[in-house]
């Protein structure tokens, strides 16, 4: 819940149930399946373990050892009971349209199981907030006449979540963007779908129509008295009867949407970087206009509003994605992200086109041979810095590829990192005039927006200008250069002005970093080796591994 990466702390277990408390790892996390976890524990009650004798029970060749240890393992849970919704999807094998009923974690639910279960999280705090965030939620209170308001981040995306990475998981998941320390890390899954199962506009439409009816009763601090579609609660909901028309706990109202551009298209029907009639959601710009840099640009005055906004979805055709009959739901709470729009963007195309500018100045015989003096010098700069990812080689293809533009090729942690090497070997092999000065101004001016992302070194100011010194650079590369696909700009250009120029949060505030992390920890909770693979398998599997691995500490 609060990062991967961390290794499971058992100090605080008593000795003899430590073994128990690593068999349980060991099944959430796939790496033993439900047999295999449930033989391991018979065996090791046999030889006279302690503590695993409720989960050793039953019968070994059970084909649902899985599924009866998950149950078992959810006993005392503090977390809700999955809500089930009705939710359009696509039969595989009778390659037809069905409907299936996908479990959800509700966020009012979420938020007041925290609320009463965990005494440890100030669920009100605002300091982790952006500059935009906080005048959103100041606009809820405002809305809401409360003096408190519990601010939510919502994130989705897909992620690869099977050993060939041929297949993709849709996840969304609730952020409290307020917090700060180790409790800003904390995700919590909404829900997730195998992406094979999604209907364009439709599976997600069903999703977020159960979230945002959700997100009401989390504004009103209300329990619902029906469910999302007017019908009653069913006699095995017994949590949501007892709830019906109690407090929630305190109020709550989205301020956050963090997601890639694409997921930004294929879930909410806002414009693609292709659309000729425009590709911005915040302002009017054209794939034929993101040339204009400067501070005439035409797009600066014609901004896309709310409204407009909407009004564009309905003329595609494509109707409006249900998230924005959520309470307080606007264009402007879709945040830039830092990760995907510049250190999956603008910093490799930029890295790959100064690169390939100095192969023609680097000693050696062959471009292997320079990207091995380029390699040489990259390490020295690693040795100087500890802490950054690292690239393990430097070919030529990882600079460009036949028939593209040049674009480094690497993860974008290994891409931030060598930022500041870029001016370094700028500054050795480039001389002052022509592309090589503007392409020396161009690493400097990028370099300073890195800085920015420091929250002691932020200014809105200097990231305005640093921004706009950098795109002005480049139009002016791409001006005098001689090759067709050399120091082409390309539509994130102007969403990275847009992050950077028209915003006063700094981008590192509400990048996705954490979000991605928490992605790959969903991908691994949702595999499993052989079984049913139904549309709802694995988004039942992913929400109780993560109830289980995740237990709310009662207060």
Not at 130 to 137: D, F, I, P, S, W
Not at 160 to 182: I, M, Y
Not at 395 to 411: E, F
Request: aromatic share 10%.
């Amino acid at each position: 819940m609060f990062h991967k990466k961390a290794r499971k702390d058992t100090s605080a277990v008593p000795p003899e149930l430590r073994f128990r408390e690593d068999m349980k790892d060991l099944f959430l996390t796939g790496r033993l399946t439900g047999t295999q976890a449930h033989a391991t524990m018979k065996n090791a009650e046999a030889a006279g373990a302690g503590g695993v004798s409720q989960l050793a029970r039953g019968n070994v060749s059970d084909r649902h050892s899985a599924r009866d240890l998950l149950n078992r393992m959810q006993k005392n849970s503090k977390w809700p009971p999955l809500y089930y919704g009705k939710v359009r999807v696509w039969d595989i094998k009778t390659n037809e349209k069905t409907t299936v009923d996908l479990p959800f974690f509700l966020p009012h639910e979420l938020i007041h199981s925290i609320v009463h279960n965990d005494s440890t999280i100030d669920l009100l705090a605002e300091a982790g907030l952006c500059a935009g965030a906080k005048q959103h939620l100041e606009f809820i209170k405002g809305q809401l006449g409360a003096e408190h308001c519990l601010a939510l981040g919502l994130w989705g995306d897909g992620v690869p979540c099977n050993w060939d990475r041929s297949e993709s998981l849709e996840c969304v998941t609730l952020s409290f963007p307020g917090l700060v320390g180790e409790k800003e890390h904390m995700r919590v899954p909404l829900t997730c779908i195998k992406k094979k199962f999604c209907i364009k506009n439709e599976t997600f439409d069903d999703i977020m129509t159960i979230i945002s009816w959700s997100l009401k009763a989390a504004a009103e601090n209300e329990f619902p008295t029906n469910r999302h579609d007017e019908s009653p609660f069913s006699a095995k909901e017994k949590f949501r009867i007892d709830q019906a028309g109690k407090k929630v706990g305190v109020p709550a109202g989205l301020v956050e949407v963090r997601g890639d551009w694409q997921f930004f298209k294929q879930i909410f029907r806002f414009p693609g970087w292709r659309e000729k009639k425009g590709c911005c959601w915040r302002c009017k710009a054209t794939p034929a206009n993101i040339a204009q840099v400067g501070s005439n640009a035409s797009w600066r005055r014609n901004r896309r509003s709310h409204i407009q906004l909407l009004q564009y979805m309905l003329e595609k055709g494509e109707g409006i994605s249900p998230i924005f009959s959520a309470p307080f739901v606007r264009a402007d709470i879709f945040q830039i992200d830092w990760l995907h729009c510049s250190d999956l963007g603008v910093a490799p195309d930029f890295a790959g086109n100064l690169l390939y500018l100095l192969l023609d100045k680097v000693p050696g015989a062959t471009n292997n041979d320079k990207c091995g003096v380029l390699f040489k010098s990259m390490k020295e700069f690693y040795d100087r810095t500890p802490g950054c990812s690292r690239f393990d080689q430097l070919k030529p293809t990882m600079i460009k590829q036949p028939k593209k533009s040049p674009k480094l090729r690497g993860k974008a942690a290994e891409i931030r990192c060598i930022v500041p090497w870029l001016v370094e070997v700028a500054e050795q092999y480039l001389g002052d005039a022509g592309a090589e000065g503007a392409a020396k101004l161009a690493a400097r001016e990028l370099l300073e927006c890195y800085k920015c992302l420091s929250s002691a070194a932020y200014s809105s100011d200097s990231m305005a200008n640093h921004c706009k010194r950098y795109c002005l650079q480049l139009v002016a590369l791409r001006a005098v250069s001689g090759e067709e696909k050399v120091w082409v700009l390309k539509p994130k250009l102007h969403l990275f002005q847009e992050m950077c120029e028209m915003s006063d949060s700094r981008p590192s505030s509400c990048w996705t970093y954490r979000d991605e992390d928490f992605g790959g920890t969903l991908a691994k909770l949702s595999r499993a080796e052989g079984g049913n693979d139904g549309p709802g398998v694995a988004p039942y599997r992913t929400l109780t591994k993560f109830s289980v691995g995740n237990a709310l500490p009662t207060v």
